[in-house]
């Protein structure tokens, strides 16, 4: 039976990709090694948003081969579609897959396995000759890729690893974006946007909640844009409102979402419902609007003080995040200056702070004004610091709520007296008795303790006076 190893790096939308193969993997009869080390194939999912992203899959292609040269690396992913000739020609890499033929990956691992070449005939394999010895070809690798744009279907297959330990399953529902940030190069290297079909969606949710999964995250390349490219043409808060009335799903969340599609509709949609998290993460990118304009995004800093506001009157407790990209080509001091006071005035609860990349073929790599790197190193200290001081301050006005939680895997190198656990606002939460993941409990905080809130054990829980609470 032949081994695989998935390598995963990038954003939730990549993992998810990750996951869809494994299970056709595993459907074919292949089973996952425990190691990439010891795996007869490896399969690298890549990130390309940014320069370093590109660096980290370079080096552990590096470090899988001298690990051990017999392993077979495949790459695939977002670097795979951009820049397949440039991963080709890294020695120990087998095969090359675009995110364009991403689905044809388990088909093509068993002839990796069996050959030391392969050959391509448009977008299929010549019948390749057996060979048993570990021989990988001096010339650069095979590259099956192809236009992203005609791309239509999306990889389906529950995350269930990754941030919270196998508890909180992440669920691709759309890939692919429409939009065209001067900065980004996602849309090159995902294509159009499409969506998974609503009773697919509801199908998989069920089938998670029938597993015994009681939170399940939605993701999406860009969320907010769901079921636009579906005949009939389907809205993001109708399939909400189905996923709450048909099925069991305890507590659903939504990854990130741009904040124009975060309408009064969707909010008061959050309020009225305890089953999804009051958790809101909208990229801001920058609230200059100069360089919300050179970044080609289609808001201005009015508009998402706005929603901010929308989303805090009605929760007041709400996970609020954002994603801001310091020194993008053409950034003033007085740029930077104003994307720090916006967001020092508002009750951001944290922040994901980017340096500023160039892409190849986006627009912004050819701006005048491209920063020097210790500006840009300066700049993102400074906002992650804001950062630091946003998320202490709102954790600590947790204390004395009692907040729901649902319990994590316990670090086997933890503490072994507590438990880790997750709240409905996105705050780590650190219970003082030994309980089993995956469980709702009420937990209330006592006090702040580094970078996460403690609470009274469950049973011994005083009685704190709930303000702000979600219904």
């Known amino acids: 039976m032949s081994t695989f190893f998935i390598e995963q790096f990038g954003c939730r939308a990549t993992q998810a990709d990750g996951a869809a193969i494994e299970r056709q993997l595993r ?3 292949c089973s996952p090694a425990p190691a990439a080390s010891v795996a007869d194939v490896v399969v690298l999912n890549t990130c390309t948003v940014t320069a370093a992203a590109d660096a980290q899959a370079r080096d552990a292609i590096r470090k899988i081969h001298a690990a051990n040269p017999a392993t077979r690396i495949l790459v695939t992913g977002c670097y795979a579609q951009r820049a397949p000739e440039e991963i080709a020609a890294l020695p120990g ?3 090359v897959v675009g995110n364009s033929h991403k689905s044809q990956i388990p088909k093509l691992v068993p002839s990796i396995l069996a050959v030391s070449h392969i050959q391509l005939v448009g977008a299929e394999l010549a019948p390749p000759p057996r060979s048993t010895e570990h ?9 099956l890729t192809g236009s992203i744009l005609e791309l239509t279907d999306v990889l389906v297959a529950p995350v269930l690893g990754g941030e919270g330990n196998h508890t909180r399953p992440t669920l691709k529902i759309q890939d692919g974006c429409n939009s065209r940030c001067s900065f980004c190069v996602i849309p090159f290297v995902r294509g159009k946007s499409r969506s998974l079909p609503p009773q697919t969606v509801l199908s998989e949710i069920q089938r998670l909640s029938d597993s015994g999964f009681r939170e399940i995250v939605l993701s999406g390349i860009n969320l907010g844009t769901y079921g636009r490219d579906l005949a009939p043409r389907v809205e993001f808060l109708e399939l909400l409102r189905r996923i709450l009335d048909e099925t069991p799903v305890q507590r659903l969340r939504i990854s990130s979402i741009e904040p124009l599609d975060v309408t009064q509709d969707l909010i008061d949609f959050f309020a009225s419902n305890s089953r999804i998290a009051p958790h809101f993460h909208m990229p801001l990118q920058s609230a200059s609007d100069r360089i919300l304009a050179a970044m080609h995004r289609w808001y201005r800093a009015e508009h998402y003080a706005r929603r901010v506001e929308l989303i805090h009157d009605r929760l007041p407790n709400a996970a609020i995040g954002a994603d801001v990209i310091t020194g993008f080509p053409g950034e003033s001091e007085a740029d930077h200056a104003a994307t720090i006071e916006f967001i020092a005035a508002r009750p951001f609860t944290y922040l994901h702070v980017f340096s500023y990349s160039q892409r190849p073929g986006t627009k912004a790599t ?6 020097p790197s210790h500006i840009i190193k300066n700049r993102a200290r400074e906002l992650r610091s804001l950062a630091d001081s946003k998320s202490s301050f709102f954790r600590s006005a947790q204390i004395g709520r009692t907040l729901r939680v649902l319990t994590l895997r316990r670090d086997p190198a933890g503490d072994p007296r507590s438990t880790p656990a997750l709240s409905e606002n996105y705050l780590q939460v650190r ?8 469980q709702f409990v009420e937990a209330a905080v006592t006090r702040l303790e580094d970078n996460h809130l403690v609470a009274a054990a469950p049973a011994e829980s005083p009685t704190f006076p709930v303000t702000g609470a979600c219904s």
């Open 366 to 371: 050819s701006l005048p004004g491209q920063l």
């Open 93 to 95: 890499v087998s095969f």
């Open 27 to 29: 459907e074919q009869g």
């Open 431 to 438: 219970l003082p008795v030994t309980l089993p993941p995956n």
């Open 135 to 143: 021989e990988f070809p001096s010339h650069p690798a095979p590259i």
